[in-house]
Nanobody, 115 residues
């Protein structure tokens, strides 16, 4: 059974930093791309960053230079380090895995950037 459990969200001031984590289980973690998405009410869920099985990463334009996605295959963990946070980064962040032909999502974790 595939499980994705996010942690580390919360409230942070503009310009601050936060690291969110995703613990994965139920599949061969190292064999799949992992990704972080985010969503705000009334808008479509958007891809923030993804990381391939070897650590190569891609980022949405608005977070380039500020966010870093990483993974630890030995621990089945994927992380998103968020620096220089802006109010526009406020969203529910979801861990995503396209495992075994299906899309799997975490429950989402709230990140709020506000003074």
């Amino acid at each position: 059974q595939v499980q994705l459990v996010e942690s580390g969200g919360g409230l942070v001031q503009p310009g601050g930093s936060l690291r969110i984590s995703c613990a994965a289980s139920g599949f061969t973690f190292s064999a799949y791309v992992m990704a972080w998405y985010r969503q705000v009410p009334g808008k479509e869920r958007e891809l923030v960053a993804d990381i391939d099985t070897r650590g190569g990463a891609n980022y949405e334009d608005s977070v380039k230079g500020r966010f870093t996605i990483s993974r630890d295959n030995a621990k089945n963990m994927v992380y998103l380090q968020m620096n220089s946070l802006k109010p526009e980064d406020t969203a529910l962040y979801f861990c995503f895995a396209p495992a075994m032909g299906k899309p799997y999502w975490g429950q989402g974790i709230q990140v709020t950037v506000s003074a």
